[in-house]
């Protein structure tokens, strides 16, 4: 079976907190933190749909400037979650510029953002380039019980708020199911590929009805969704977990693991190293030992640590080598 999510952290193990995420056929891609961008083309950063931030301490946040210069100009409505005052702070940093020239340029720019706090609704705000990037709010979005906080095309974001001595967001991104094109059978119907094939996967996705007409490639007739059904094999979505900045506290373990319940990847902070346990809960991290046992009780099919401390230089094998024997699981690459 494909991978549909295709992840990769953006500066090692060691660099500042990032995770770029790309789905297959899918035209836009998901930023977890927005540090140290370096690593990242333009043309990347242009395909940024999502931008998800933990919190806003500067190796998780530094970088967005870059984004922001680049989304001049373009239409672009781009979606950003952050925890409890994410708003005003974007908007401070926003305003940290002058915006006089804005009615010289037509394309609209807009950032969405919504906040995900404890309570019973989370609340959004919106700026427009063409406003000046002023605040303007939007109506409250319900909070889930789940965490979902929104959807970008198959992909859901489900979120969760922990402790770092301030607010600090984990993120989910799972796709709601994996669809597999069954070849054989489409050679065997002298059915082509194309695309389709697209449409038949989002009709069975949203559970259409099997009177539903699909139309196939030019000049050949259109056919059931019931007849095409045994096309697409339908399995449970990849799911990957994002766990960065949270002290080892009971009430953080348990978030955690229910955000990243049987994750087929997990990315995971461990700065610390299992002996330095007490500096780690000075520091509101995890260690080595903390992470990997995160990692196991949550059922994690793969840890990706990252986030390690400067400190342990040159001692990167063995501070993956902790979390992996915490974890009793081997690294996804």
């Known amino acids: 079976m494909s991978a549909t999510l295709h992840p990769r952290l953006l500066n090692g193990r060691t660099g500042d907190p990032g995770l770029w995420i790309e789905a297959l056929h899918q035209p836009e891609a998901i930023l977890i933190d927005c540090g140290d961008l370096a690593s990242l083309s333009s ?48 908007f401070h940093r926003l305003q940290a510029y002058t915006w006089n020239l ?98 038949l996967k989002a009709a ?10 699909i139309p196939l490639a030019e000049g050949a007739p259109p056919q059931t969704l019931g007849a095409l059904r045994d096309l697409i094999e339908v399995t449970p979505g990849e799911r990957l977990a994002y766990l960065t900045d949270l002290a080892d506290t009971p009430a953080n373990r348990a978030a955690a693991i229910a ?13 610390f190293a299992a002996a330095d346990a007490a500096h780690a809960l000075d520091r509101r991290h995890l260690t080595t030992r903390a992470a990997g046992e995160i990692a196991r009780a949550a059922g994690a099919r793969h840890v990706e640590p990252f986030h390690f401390s400067p400190r342990y230089e040159d001692a990167e094998v063995r501070l993956l080598a902790e979390v992996l024997a915490a974890a009793g699981c081997p690294p996804a690459h």
């Not at 749909?49 to 500067?58: I, N, Y």
């Not at 959807?151 to 709601?176: I, K, M, N, Q, Y």
């Not at 069975?204 to 007409?213: C, H, K, R, S």
């Not at 955000?259 to 700065?271: K, S």
């Open 43 to 90: 043309r990347q950063l242009l395909r940024v749909g999502l931008v998800a931030v933990s919190h806003a301490h500067m190796d998780h946040w530094a970088g967005f400037d870059r984004l922001l210069r680049l989304l001049i100009g373009r239409e672009r409505r781009l979606q950003v979650v952050g925890p409890a005052g994410f708003a005003e702070r974007l």
């Open 102 to 199: 804005v009615g010289r340029i037509p394309a609209e720019l807009a950032f969405e953002v919504t906040e995900v706090a404890p309570g019973p609704a989370w609340a959004r705000t919106r700026f427009r380039l063409a406003e000046g990037f002023r605040s303007v709010p939007l109506p409250p979005q319900p909070a889930a019980a789940d965490g979902t906080v929104l959807r970008l095309g198959p992909l859901r974001l489900r979120a969760a708020v922990l402790d770092h001595g301030t607010p600090s967001l984990g993120f989910a991104v799972e796709e709601a199911a994996h669809l597999n094109v069954w070849r054989t059978r489409l050679e065997a119907r002298g059915l082509p590929t194309g695309p389709w094939l697209a449409t």
């Open 204 to 213: 069975v996705l949203a559970g259409a009805p099997d009177e539903t007409w």
């Open 259 to 271: 955000l990243a319940r049987n994750a087929d990847i997990l990315f995971i902070e461990a700065p």
